[in-house]
Nanobody, 125 residues
Framework: QLQIVESGGGLVQPGGSLRLSCAVP????????IGWFRQAPGKEREGVLC????????IYADSVKGRFTIFRDNAKNTVYLQMNSLQPEDTAVYYC??????????????????WGQGTQVTVSS
C-alpha cells in the first residue's frame, strides 16, 4: 500500500493561487501516471488533470483550462498541481491518485490504484 502525501491546500481569496503537492516517500513516481481529482460538497468526484510518465499532460475538466497546470519534478519525486485564478466553484477536496500505467488513462477512478487522503481547497472572500 502506498502512502500518498498531499499538501498545499488551504483558504484563498477568489483570483488567488495555490500549489498542491503529491509525493510518495520511498516510492518513485517517475514512470507512472499521476492524476488529480476533486470532490465538491454534494457532488461526485471528478478528474481534473493527469500527467503521464513522460511528462505529457491531459486535462480532464474543461473548467480548469488556462488556469490549472500539472507538472512533475522527478528529482524531488513530486507531482504538483498549480492552480491560478481560483474561483469559489473550485472549492473541493483535492485528491492525488497514482495509476501504475505510464499513460494517463482518462478521468476514470478505477484506473487509479492508489489514492491520497485529500487536501481541502476553499476559495472564498
Amino acid at each position: 500500500q502506498l502512502q500518498i502525501v498531499e499538501s498545499g491546500g488551504g483558504l484563498v481569496q477568489p483570483g488567488g493561487s495555490l500549489r498542491l503537492s503529491c509525493a510518495v516517500p520511498g516510492f518513485s513516481l517517475a514512470n507512472y501516471a499521476i492524476g488529480w481529482f476533486r470532490q465538491a460538497p454534494g457532488k461526485e468526484r471528478e478528474g481534473v488533470l493527469c500527467v503521464g510518465g513522460s511528462g505529457d499532460t491531459t486535462i480532464y475538466a474543461d473548467s480548469v483550462k488556462g488556469r490549472f497546470t500539472i507538472f512533475r519534478d522527478n528529482a524531488k519525486n513530486t507531482v504538483y498541481l498549480q492552480m491560478n485564478s481560483l474561483q469559489p466553484e473550485d472549492t473541493a477536496v483535492y485528491y492525488c491518485a497514482v495509476d501504475l500505467g505510464f499513460y494517463c488513462s482518462g478521468p476514470v477512478m478505477y484506473e487509479y490504484e492508489y489514492w491520497g487522503q485529500g487536501t481541502q481547497v476553499t476559495v472564498s472572500s
